[in-house]
């Protein structure tokens, strides 16, 4: 189930200690835009701003989390004053169907960042939930197959993303034997997994089913709640269920009436 809400409001609404994994890929620092939702993160001209709100947000699930459980939150990286996809008054060689498509990105502010630097996204976003009580147990470096190409001719292209998995307690569930444990996806931190691909309609930045699939696996028990509060068109919660798990989520924008819609919103 997805409800058309904030996450933060969602997140402390949940019943205290009831979920066992928070797992979510929120929006990242001003790459795209997904409508006219003034509450929309991503949208902030300022990284320090983006990361004290998305952090913000993410610690509203240390009530509902139990102290056994988990959040995980695949996070990329973004490059000071460059567009992310288009913005909005930089339509050269782009055609208006695309720039409807993938969204534009919000301008940003360097705020004292050097020009074309990476804005540190992924590890200020680390220390910022370690500063709150949560313990950084894991950073995942999900290495991409077939990254995105980029027209960039003074660096190498991007081709990874990081998951950071946050515990409560320094005692957290884990599965190391049963099905979807160190047998079958093995023990390393580097994650080979082919990005997911947009179809006609859908959602603009779809989490890959096996990258979710492996997380729920090894930090939900079967049973267990995973939810995500930034559930998009829902993929989190449909692999979860259909690995047995209980699935609720949330988004401020309908999915359903975008596309065909993966679960039924309300």
């Given at each position: 189930m997805i409800t058309n809400k904030d996450a933060g409001e969602f997140l402390r609404e949940l019943a205290p200690a009831s979920v066992d994994l928070v797992l979510t890929s929120p929006p990242y620092w001003c790459q795209r835009t997904y409508g006219d939702d003034v509450r929309e993160l991503g949208?902030?001209?300022v990284v320090l701003d983006y990361i004290n709100r998305l952090a913000g947000i993410l610690h509203d699930a240390w009530s509902c989390v139990r102290p056994t459980g988990w959040v995980a939150v695949n996070i990329a990286d973004t490059y000071a004053?460059?567009?992310g996809q288009y913005r909005h008054s930089d339509k050269s060689g782009?055609?208006?169907s695309n720039r409807a498509k993938a969204g534009s990105a919000p301008m940003r502010s360097l705020a004292g960042l050097p020009l074309k630097t990476q804005a540190g996204v992924p590890e200020r976003l680390k220390i910022a939930m370690i500063d709150r009580g949560w313990r950084c147990r894991n950073t995942i470096i999900w290495h991409k197959t077939s990254?995105?190409?980029?027209?960039a001719t003074d660096r190498w292209n991007l081709s990874y993303e990081v998951v950071h998995v946050f515990a409560r307690s320094a005692k957290s569930y884990f599965?190391?034997?049963?099905?979807?444990g160190f047998a079958e996806y093995g023990t390393h931190d580097v994650w080979t997994v082919?990005?997911?691909?947009r179809q006609a309609g859908n959602h603009p930045a779809l989490m890959p089913e096996q990258l979710v699939a492996r997380l729920v696996d090894q930090l939900c028990p079967v049973g267990g709640l995973v939810v995500d509060p930034f559930a998009g068109s829902g993929t989190v919660l449909r692999v979860a269920r259909?690995?047995?798990r209980n699935a609720c989520g949330a988004?401020?924008?309908d999915w359903e009436k975008r596309s065909a819609g993966n679960l039924q919103t309300v």
């Open positions: 949208t902030e001209p004053n460059q567009p782009v055609s208006a990254p995105l190409p980029t027209t599965s190391r034997t049963e099905q979807g082919n990005p997911a691909r259909d690995r047995l988004d401020i924008y």
